[in-house]
C-alpha cells in the first residue's frame, strides 16, 4: 500500500543552472543583451512545455551581465547575477496580483 503523504499543492518546477545559461552564451546560442524569456527557453528545447514553471538555481557562476525572466529563484542565483549588474525577473507575479483583485471586487 501506498505509505505517506503526497501534497497536491506541490509546484514542479524545470530546474536551470547558472552553468546551462553560461554554456549557452559561451555558444553564441543566446544574446546576453536581449532579456532571456520563457519563449527563448522554451524554442531552445530547455522547457518542454508552455504551462512549465522555471527555477533558476545557482549551480555554476556567470560571467557577463544578463536580464532573465524565471518563475523562481534560489538566492544563490539572485545573487550571482546581481553581482554581474543583471536583473531577475519573476513571471507569475502579474497573474497572482490579477487573481487577488478579482477576488476582493466579489
Do not use: M
Amino acid at each position: 500500500p501506498k505509505r505517506g503523504f503526497t501534497n497536491i499543492n506541490r509546484i514542479n518546477y524545470t530546474e536551470l543552472n547558472l552553468e546551462d545559461i553560461q554554456n549557452l552564451i559561451d555558444g553564441k546560442i543566446i544574446d546576453p543583451k536581449k532579456t532571456i524569456s520563457y519563449k527563448i527557453l522554451l524554442d531552445l528545447g530547455l522547457v518542454k512545455s508552455k504551462k512549465a514553471k522555471i527555477k533558476l538555481l545557482g549551480k555554476g557562476d556567470i560571467k557577463v551581465k544578463i536580464n532573465i525572466e524565471v518563475s523562481a529563484f534560489s538566492k544563490s542565483a539572485k545573487d550571482s547575477i546581481e553581482k554581474n549588474g543583471g536583473t531577475v525577473i519573476i513571471l507569475d507575479e502579474k497573474k497572482d496580483t490579477l487573481n487577488q483583485d478579482k477576488k476582493t471586487e466579489v
